[in-house]
């Protein structure tokens, strides 16, 4: 078909131009013919074009006044991309409103926690946590709070500070010698070694050879789940398990969130152990 045929009449150009305040490439869109046919067509009806640009009043919106940016930032405690998507426009575009209305930046802090303020642990509180064994990631979450406020908190009490999990592939040294891929496998790991129970670092498993476990001890399997809200490596977790029930090989799974809060997550590692086991040559671990 060709663009002639398909051309509207000047009335219903001009309201879905006018009035629909759609543009040139919207109207294109509808018609199956490029923006710059739109542009003649409304020139052979006399219809105007509006200034270029993608400004407020180009496209018949109105803008916020003062108060109502103030009352949605340091009020509502709205971010960004909520005003935006209000106005249509970029979230770039509000702090250049609030900077032209004389109107303070808010900070991610406020408007993430809607102008509440969280509750720190206290010196005594932090150092027990941590003496438990729980993460500092985990005290952040259950605080409200980022990592790195827990762990500038942590350095202004003398608190010792480590890293939580996968280090972006550094390996973390064992007591025995080992190299660990997150802390909690050099948690399970110094477990291993330090109630003398001989273990394999990363072994294949039997039924395919494409899959590694974490550790092997004599015929059983352990893997420590470390990544959370990975779809992939949640298919992989499902898929490691059910081929291990299918193949009656033995696994112990540890999860990532079974290493903080004070959880004894070396339970199920118990079963591990001989009736007699050897002393502790290392460290004193959390009494089974």
Known sequence: MK???NKPDKETLQRLYEED??????IGKIYRVRHITIKRWMQSYG?????TGRGLENRGITAPTADELFQMVHVDHLSYRDIAARYGVDPSAIPHWLKSQGISLPSVWKTRRKGHEPT????????????LGESITSIAKSCGVTRNTIGDLCRRHGIPVDRDGWDGGRRLPCLDGHEARSTYEQRVDDWLSQHGIAHQLEPRYPFDSRYRADFLVEDTYIEVWGVA????YKARKANKIALCEANEVPLIGINWWQFSKGRRWWRPLQKLLVQSPAPCLFYTAPAC
């Open 3 to 5: 663009a002639a045929e």
């Open 21 to 26: 305040r759609l543009t040139q490439r919207q």
């Open 47 to 51: 219809i105007s074009s509006r200034p």
């Open 120 to 131: 720190l642990p206290s010196a005594t509180e932090l150092a027990h946590r941590r003496s």
């Open 229 to 232: 809200n990975d779809p992939s």
